[in-house]
Structures are given as C-alpha cells and as structure tokens.
C-alpha cells in the first residue's frame, strides 16, 4: 500500500466496516485510475493494464506478454 493509503487509514475514524469500504474503494479508484505514477512512467495503473491489453507492452514492464526468445 502507498503512503497515501497509510495516511487515510492513519487519518480516518472509521464508524463502521461499511464506512471503511466505502472510503478506500474510494481511495482506491483514484489511486488506480487518476493518480499518475512515476514508476509507470506518468501513467496510473488503470492506464499500463488498458495498454497492455491491447498488446502493447510497456517500456518498464516488468512482464512481457509476447517474451523474445
């Protein structure tokens, strides 16, 4: 988990299991598919996984879809 999913659960009184979920599936969507990233080369996670979908891997993947020989 990044640190920014530590501070909101460090930061956040949770009434209830379902308040929880709520939040970090909030967190998690934003994180995931609106935050960009430096390790993936600016791109949020949402981004490489549609990319590498469509067959084209990215240049720091650490996996490759179609490995050379």
Sequence with gaps: MA???YKCLNGTLFT???QA???LA???EGYNMVC???QLDGR???QVVKQEF???VPRNSCHSIN???
Excluded: C, F, N, V
Aim: glycine share 8%.
């Design 36 to 38: 960009p990233h430096s």
């Design 3 to 5: 640190a920014s999913g």
């Design 54 to 56: 469509r067959g084209h």
């Design 44 to 46: 949020t996670p949402d």
């Design 21 to 23: 979920r709520q939040i």
């Design 26 to 28: 909030y967190w998690r």
């Design 67 to 69: 490995p050379k020989p």
């Design 16 to 18: 209830s299991l379902a």
